[in-house]
């Protein structure tokens, strides 16, 4: 609840891999570059980081994306 109310997200979700079940997968949205500058420099990431970082059992894999928004559908 705390980086989904922190300004410029969009979204963020934690999926469980149904291959691997020591495996996650986090993808959050920012409306702007500064609001995800803002994110990992946070407290809350910081937080995150020092609980996730011990359970990480292999070298963790970021990737990062810039898309663009072509349509939104209701």
Do not use: K
Request: no cysteine; charged share 25%.
């Amino acid at each position: 609840p705390l980086v989904r109310s922190m300004p410029g997200n969009l979204a963020f979700r934690v999926y469980e891999s149904r291959e691997d079940d020591r495996t996650v997968t986090v993808v959050h949205e920012w409306s702007d570059q500064s609001s995800f500058v803002d994110y990992l420099a946070s407290d809350a990431f910081a937080r995150s980081n020092a609980i996730l970082r011990p359970l990480v059992t292999e070298g963790p894999v970021s990737r990062r994306f810039r898309a663009e928004l072509v349509e939104s559908v209701a």
